[in-house]
């Protein structure tokens, strides 16, 4: 059994088993129309004074009342966005479980930061829960514990500030539409990412996540835990937590990504004159995330994997360690995901060799929307290479068609 990593595979190995170069098989879902339309889109994002630009132009026109919904419709919301409602999500969804692909709906709306916007986030929640155990694949379900709680609420108790009686009675509420969101994941036998958000509200995520973790995921994988590898920290915590599932006869559920929030925390470190918990470089997020997903194929009879990422070094390094471990690509306890409009490259050739793939797939009303597709826009700008890559892959597909 193979113990060391990835580092000495010959770069020819790592296609072994897959090969995300299949263009054929990528795009196989998609209409020449639709891959024009991604052909435009992905030509914009190379440019990040057009997407600047746009993203003005968008919120300006919104907030005047422009007519510019139909716009945004058709272009960036239907690539990145799976429909307007749950029920408007199912074409996308029946194509993506035609090609053996599972969804997470995840409702991206910006929470209203109240009472009634928490209650009205935590019944769609439920309501994503309820149509994921309908899926004919796989069922997942995802939430962001801001859906349900304030942001600056966790961010006292982060900082382990004395909370006000009214403080304390929202605390609670929180804990009884995380734990109902548990229970109902867990009945309908759905499994559950809780998302990570910044660190500086991340202690009272951590402590719900695993105490969820520790009640539901005794016998199976209910509940999975969120861990951002561009955190220096993160693969100690990963190990650590591995030792408390152990300790309290339980599995661990890891969903591995490289991170949501790397601007904002090195410039909140530097304001405030901490360690910056971001690492040093991009080098150091890859080792550690390869070395992440590594621990737990090493540990997979204590720990259930979701490796989150549109990385296609991570992704063909982790088919080959289950091979090198004896695992096969439908392992009951390995999951890849990405987000839906992204890396089809990856997750329907992934598919395609029978991995276990999930897509993200948003949903709200255009308008509420705008700020997931800004950062999704800001996302293929910044990360290097991959709008190009994106674009290089759509613009030969239809050259392949064409000929």
Known sequence: MLIIFAPLIRPMDLKKFVDFDQIEIAFKAKSNKALKKRHFIFTTMKWPM????????????????????????????????????????????????????????????????????????????????????????????????????????YAKIHANKELSKAENEAFERVKVRVESICELASQLEVSLLIDAEETWIQKPIDDLTIAMMEKYNTTKVVVYYTFQMYC?????????????????????????VRGAYMEKESARAAEMNYTDPIQPDKASTDRDYNAASLYCIENLRGISLFAGTHNEDSNYKLTVLMDDFGYKPNNERVFFGQLYGMSDHISFNL???????????????????????????????????????????VTNELKRRRN
């Open 351 to 393: 598919a395609h060799g029978g991995y276990n793939v999930i897509k993200y797939v948003p949903y709200g009303p255009i308008e509420a929307t705008i700020p997931y597709l800004i950062r999704r826009a800001a996302e293929n700008t910044s990360v290097k290479g991959q709008s190009g890559r994106e674009l290089t892959l």
């Open 50 to 153: 057009m997407v600047s630009v746009g993203t003005t132009l968008t919120k300006f026109g919104l907030s005047v009342g422009l007519p510019i919904k139909g716009i945004v419709k058709s272009t960036i919301f239907d690539i990145f966005c799976g429909g307007e409602s749950l029920k408007k999500c199912a074409t996308a969804v029946d194509e993506l479980e035609s090609y053996g692909i599972g969804a997470i709906f995840d409702y991206s709306v910006e929470g209203e930061n109240s009472e009634k916007g928490f209650e009205e986030a935590y019944q769609e929640i439920l309501e994503t829960i309820k149509v994921a155990s309908r899926s004919k694949i796989l069922r997942f379900a995802a939430f962001k514990l801001t859906a349900v709680g304030d942001f600056d609420l």
């Open 232 to 256: 220096h920290t993160m693969l100690d915590h990963l190990k650590a937590l591995h030792g408390e599932a152990e300790k309290g006869a339980y599995i661990l559920g890891a969903k591995l």
